[in-house]
């Protein structure tokens, strides 16, 4: 197996990753590999043929169906929320 190294990340970023990583129950590293993996999973997550800005953006924000902060949104309460309103 191959080591990753990222270089310059911010003290807030490390901070935050840290975080989800302990409320995971997980280490980083382990933290990290699974969102790697997760988006590696989906090779077209950059975006897919004549999708729009917005749908890209749900898309996005939803992530998968076990994504607490989405889960049971309508797409309109996706824009709501991307939006800040």
Not at 7 to 30: E, F, M, N, Y
Not at 38 to 52: F, K, N, Q, V
Request: glycine share 8%; no cysteine; charged share 25%.
């Amino acid at each position: 197996m191959t080591a990753l190294t990222i270089r310059d990340v911010p003290d807030d970023i490390l901070t935050a990753v840290k975080v989800h990583a302990a409320q995971a129950g997980k280490s980083l590293q382990a933290y990290t590999l699974e969102l790697l993996a997760r988006d590696a999973a989906h090779p077209l997550a950059i975006g897919h043929p004549g999708e729009t800005r917005g749908q890209r953006a749900v898309r996005r924000a939803r992530g998968t169906a076990t994504n607490p902060e989405t889960r049971g949104m309508s797409t309109d309460e996706i824009m709501e929320l991307l939006r800040g309103d």
